[in-house]
């Protein structure tokens, strides 16, 4: 049995300030989940974010849902 490994990633529009997650969407499809962890810390906890959760944060995001950043 092959296991799929998240392919991780970091927004285009992070700076290399430090404050930043990755993202892992090629499991979307094959797990259900979008897993996030920090990008300073590689060893930290991953949190396993379902996928239709992820989608509407993304999206309430990208309306302003939650205010200036």
Known sequence: MM????RWFKSSY???GGACV??????AVSR???PVRDSKD???PVLDIQTHAFT???TGVKVGEFGAI
């Open 3 to 6: 296991t799929e490994s998240p």
């Open 14 to 16: 992070s700076s290399n």
């Open 22 to 27: 990755e993202v892992a969407d090629n499991l």
């Open 32 to 34: 259900g989940v979008v």
């Open 42 to 44: 590689l060893s930290s």
């Open 56 to 58: 509407a944060f993304v």
